[in-house]
């Protein structure tokens, strides 16, 4: 029979050297962790020591490697460790903390994962470690190597720490020097241990320096301080929009979020800087505040998230959902209060950011749901917002394109007011507010639907009325564009030019030839050939109103203007005249003028300046204009 298999249990083999380049290359996001992991290791035997009686304030001091044979100093007056913790704590891959070896809450230890120490690999292949313990017993000294060996041993008095605690000595290995010099470790200090509740003390050659201070931005206020603006100002590049108190108590979580000034880039990604106990986590977490909330940039101190192995993210568990809940609750209450009581602000808010939130309201319904009434919109009775229109309770009316809004604006009675929904996703968020906000009924309207609404001249001037209609089109024949008469507010309008969408391509095409090549300019003539034969059809089959390939124009029967131009039998003055009422007609539409149209307005001013002038009706003295030769 064959010999049966050996099932004696044995340790896996740890290669040391590729454990240090998986943490280099995949964990850590750089070598110059190493230091914000002393820090934490430094924090973590400080609070172990402040649970037992007596325990004086903690410190940390570094001194920085000087020189190219310079040794980097890390001391820390915290529990030390005994001989035996350092073997258990320091060369066992995968312990948690000195807390767990001492029996200590986990609530508020940094270090959690027993890797960090190894991370000095990462700038030196040697680490001494001499740590004197509180509880007396003898001083001890371990010595790691980046072959995977270690030794320890326990030093006399004379070779020991004066004072419990712990100090780290890394030799910088060649080439990584520049981390463990003055300059780059007093910046890397300063950014990872400003605001950690022990003082940070860092040896420089000028003197002693101290990097640690109380996190401003964790502290609560009802207006943002010139202090905490500056902050700001240094997070985002300028200054600040406002600044918003953020707390979450369920996950011990505070900060402030600072308003962009500025729109950001759309492939932008939120960049939220985030403190574990006073400690850097990361400059740049991009899931903390909800999708929507783009225009917030964040500093928070938190107690209750947990952090991944890299200590450089956080972990997507219940807690980070209830923190990403909250702050966007925090960012909601900063909205309506602003409409409330800073409508000013809030204006500047939506000026800067309403396209971006335009965007995500049509597929965020949690950001529609309280952004949308504030957001501004253009009527016929000017500039307002959702919720002022929503207020009346009527319908809201709007018009697709900006130049049928144009259209009807014109004519839009002001206790019916007429929405601009031709702008960047306008138009989807009206066809959404029925499922935003039930209740809400939102009509399309188009200049021929207003059209129709439109009163025609008294039953007794009907007959002057269509007279003027025949005259008016005729002296606008060779402009291909008909006329229309019709009653309508204000009074003092004295025409509209209508052009629905087929006429407006029709126009855009015809410029389109003018300035083409003429390749361009045939294929062009032959979509307008086809499509005048078919509105052409479609007029002999009695289908549609007649209207010229350049549009109608719509007299105001109402307008003091158009009733004298009824009135008067001189056709030449009527013929000018309707050609100028016909071109500012077209101006007040924001439509562009074709050539013709421009020489039209420029013969009939001429002309009109003629007859003012006394040179009599016959036009024999004066140039022929445009179609009468």
């Not at 500039?383 to 259209?407: C, H, I, K, N, S």
């Not at 361009?520 to 007649?546: C, K, M, P, V, Y």
Request: net charge negative.
């Amino acid at each position: 029979m064959p010999d049966s298999p050996d099932r004696t249990p044995r340790p896996f083999q740890v290669d040391l050297r590729g454990i240090v380049d998986l943490l280099s290359r995949s964990i850590y996001s750089g070598p110059q962790v190493y230091l914000r992991e002393l820090l934490q290791n430094g924090v973590d035997a400080i609070t172990a020591r402040g649970a037992l009686p007596g325990s004086p304030p903690g410190s940390i001091r570094i001194t920085p490697a000087a020189g190219q044979d310079g040794e980097l100093v890390f001391t820390d007056n915290g529990v030390g460790l005994t001989a035996a913790e350092v073997g258990e704590l320091l060369a066992t891959v995968g312990r948690s903390s000195k807390r767990d070896v001492l029996d200590l809450p986990r609530t508020d230890r940094l270090g959690q994962f027993g890797i960090g120490l190894l991370s000095c690999f990462m700038v030196s292949d040697d680490i001494r470690v001499l740590s004197r313990a509180a509880g007396g017993e003898p001083p001890v000294e371990w010595i790691g190597s980046a072959d995977g060996t270690f030794t320890v041993r326990e030093l006399d008095d004379d070779e020991a720490l004066p004072e419990i605690g712990t100090q780290v000595r890394l030799r910088p290995r060649a080439g990584d020097g520049e981390l463990t010099s003055p300059t780059a470790v007093l910046e890397l200090a300063t950014r990872y241990g400003a605001y950690l509740p022990v003082p940070v003390r860092v040896e420089m050659p000028g003197g002693e320096q101290t990097v640690s201070s109380e996190p401003l931005f964790a502290q609560p206020f009802t207006a943002p301080s010139p202090e905490l603006m500056a902050l700001g100002k240094e997070l985002l590049g300028a200054e600040p929009l406002d600044a918003v108190p953020l707390h979450v108590p369920g996950t011990g979580t505070r900060g402030t979020a600072f308003v962009l000034p500025f729109a950001p880039s759309p492939g932008a990604r939120q960049a939220t800087r985030v403190y574990l106990r006073g400690m850097l986590l990361s400059e740049r977490i991009d899931d903390l505040l909800p999708e929507w909330a783009f225009f917030a940039r964040c500093v928070v101190d938190t107690t209750g998230l947990r952090p991944t192995a890299s200590r450089e993210s956080l972990i997507q568990d219940d807690a980070l959902e209830e923190t990403r809940a909250e702050l966007g609750s925090a960012l909601r209450r900063w909205v309506a209060t602003m409409a409330n009581r800073d409508p000013v602000r809030l204006s500047s808010f939506l000026g800067v950011h309403h396209l971006a939130l335009r965007a995500l309201v049509l597929h965020d319904d949690e950001l529609a749901g309280f952004i949308v009434p504030w957001l501004p919109i253009e009527t016929s009775n000017g500039q307002t917002t959702y919720r002022e229109l929503l207020r009346g309770g009527a319908p809201l009316r709007f018009a697709e394109t900006v130049d049928e809004f144009r259209q009807i604006a014109a004519i839009a009675r002001p206790d019916s007011p007429v929405i601009n929904g031709g702008y960047v996703y306008d138009a989807d968020i009206l066809r959404r507010l029925p499922d935003l906000i039930p209740g809400t009924v939102v009509e399309t309207v188009t200049i021929t639907d207003e059209l129709a609404s439109l009163d025609v001249p008294p039953l007794a001037e009907r007959p002057a009325a269509q007279r003027l209609q025949a005259r008016a089109e005729e002296a606008l024949k060779d402009l291909d564009c008909t006329v229309l008469v019709r009653s309508f507010a204000p009074d003092t309008l004295p025409a509209l030019h209508i052009a629905d969408a087929g006429v407006l391509r029709r126009l855009q095409r015809q410029r389109a030839k003018e300035a083409g090549s003429g390749m361009w300019a045939s294929i062009l003539q032959r979509i307008d050939d086809a499509q005048n034969q078919q509105d052409a059809q479609h007029q002999q089959n009695g289908e549609g109103e007649t209207v010229g390939a350049a549009g109608q124009l719509c007299l105001n029967w109402r307008n003091r203007l158009v009733r004298a131009l009824a009135d008067s039998d001189d056709e030449l003055l009527l013929a000018r005249t309707v050609r100028v009422v016909h071109v500012q007609a077209l101006l007040a539409a924001h439509r562009p003028l074709r050539a013709v149209e421009r020489a039209s307005l420029t013969d009939a001013l001429t002309d009109i300046v003629h007859l003012s002038a006394g040179l009599g009706a016959d036009l024999g003295e004066l140039p022929d204009a445009p179609g009468e030769n």
